[in-house]
């Protein structure tokens, strides 16, 4: 029992070194701590020095580290932030265009049906932790162009959950079975309409109501423990429904931002103490996921050649509508960029291909460096080449 508690002690006083040492890698090449946390672990990882595993530990601290961020992000935006019909078309073109791309691209490279079908449905998906973070870190969160790319994320999630559905009945029976996709998109969305509705307009009001007690006023961090437990609470949730439980978080996180607290801690700045924790972890596990060694040397080319068409897929798929719809050019690119990122979304959807027997473990690998990939690319074109000037009309 002893040495099972050392153990935990040990790695999480590594990981926590690991986050320091990325804030150190990310301040001497002037780039997202996000950036020095993913290039630490790559290198502490299996790929380089191999110090470090993807124990269930470290998975399960980079979950909580995904669920904390997203609940933090969510306190910087209103529901009406997020609620955009252009944001549907956004996110709708940015799955079908890089799902096409993706799956055209692996059947060039020879490869079967069902690995071009999982592979295609891994382009689909957007990691909005790692965009989000990264407008965080820059401080432009409250932009239109980050409010664009935080909503049109979130229908992207959704939308990549349906596509999920269709290509596992398509690999698995061959044939798409409407009514399970038609109920999965039922439940997604009415989970995050009803959710939303039920944080704003009655834990919200319970929260100040509890607030105003005596218990608040005697026990002041009583309520951050209950919305970081409802937090929590609505991430389970999301998980149950098929969503990420991400999404769920950041629901929440939306629902109780600006509440009104007089006696009590505030929610928000408590959990920004633990997403500096657990966020890095999470940074940090990414790096330590991808594993390089695992590559064989024919299929660098197809890693190679799959990352520049994730990430042009994206930027045609997500940029083309916005600069339709009247968004300028660098906002256009901005928004593209944003969604590129593919982060542990398309690493569990290739897992879930993996464990299903679907794909084989060298497709499994290029996808993972290929989300790990698109992840370091968005931060270093953010800071290098975006925000570092007013960009089209004042926000």
Known sequence: MESAALAIEIQMSLLLFLALAGYLVASRINQSATIGAILVGVLVGPSVLGLITYTDFVQSLAHLGAII??????????????VDARYGVIALLGVIIPWIGGYATTVLFGFDFASAVFIGTALTATSIAITANVLKEIG??????????????????????????????????????VVSVVLMLAKAVGFIVIAGAVGYFGIRKAIERMDATSLARKYPEFIFIFALMMAFLYAMLADLVGLSGIIGAFIAGVAFAGVELQQSKGVKEGAE?????????????????????????????????????????????????????????????????????????????????????????????????????????????????????????TE
Request: proline residues 2%; charged residues 10%; glycine residues 10%.
């Open 69 to 82: 961020l997203l609940f933090v992000i969510g306190f910087e935006f209103n529901i009406r932030d997020i």
């Open 273 to 393: 103490y633990f997403q500096i924790i657990f966020a890095s972890i999470f940074f940090v596990s990414l790096g330590i996921l991808a594993d390089v060694r695992a590559l064989t040397p024919d299929m660098v080319l197809f890693l190679l050649v799959l990352t520049l068409v994730a990430i042009v897929t994206k930027v045609v798929g997500c940029g083309l509508p916005a600069r339709m719809m009247g968004m300028c050019r660098e906002d256009s690119l901005i928004i593209g960029f944003g969604m590129a990122p593919r982060g542990e979304v398309a690493m569990i959807v290739a897992l879930i291909g993996l464990n299903s027997g679907l794909i084989g473990q060298g497709v499994f690998v290029v996808v993972v460096l290929m989300s790990l990939l698109t992840t370091i690319i968005t931060p270093i074109v953010y800071r290098n080449w975006f925000f570092k000037g007013a960009y089209c009309a």
């Open 140 to 177: 432009v969160l409250q932009t239109g162009v980050a409010k664009a790319i935080i909503g049109a994320a979130v229908i992207d999630d959704v939308l990549s959950l349906l596509v999920l559905a269709i290509a596992t009945d398509l690999v698995v029976t061959g044939d798409v079975s």
